[in-house]
Nanobody, 128 residues
Framework: QVLLVESGGGLVQAGTSLRLSCAAS????????MGWFRQSAEKGREFVAA????????YYADSVKGRFTISTDNAKNTVYLQMNILKPEDTAMYYC?????????????????????WGQGTQVTVSS
């Protein structure tokens, strides 16, 4: 059984940092693309970041570029999202996803319903 389990969310003040983790299990992900998405009542689902499992070919939403960094740890089978200079508008449930195709597909809204695996999410709340 493939599982993606997110952790690391919480309540923080604006301007601080958080690191989210996504522990992947149940198969080999070395050829997969990994991504982070977020969802809030105000904005719906948004793409945040994606990369190939090797960590190359990274993509970021304009709203997080320069503040967030996606990375992978092969030894731990884990994907991270380092979030710096957090803003109240970053408040959302954050989800990890994995897909056998190029990380570019995660940028395209038409592909979100077709991604192979999703985690259950971790809540991030940023207070002003």
């Amino acid at each position: 059984q493939v599982l993606l389990v997110e952790s690391g969310g919480g309540l923080v003040q604006a301007g601080t940092s958080l690191r989210l983790s996504c522990a992947a299990s149940g198969r080999t992900f070395s050829s997969y693309s990994m991504g982070w998405f977020r969802q809030s009542a105000e904005k719906g689902r948004e793409f945040v970041a994606a990369c190939s499992w090797s960590g190359s070919n990274t993509y970021y939403a304009d709203s997080v570029k320069g503040r967030f960094t996606i990375s992978t740890d092969n030894a731990k089978n884990t994907v991270y999202l380092q979030m710096n200079i957090l803003k109240p508008e970053d408040t959302a449930m954050y989800y990890c996803a994995a897909d056998s195709r190029s990380p570019e597909v995660m940028v395209r809204t038409t592909w979100w319903g077709k991604l192979d695996y999703w985690g259950q999410g971790t809540q991030v709340t940023v207070s002003s």
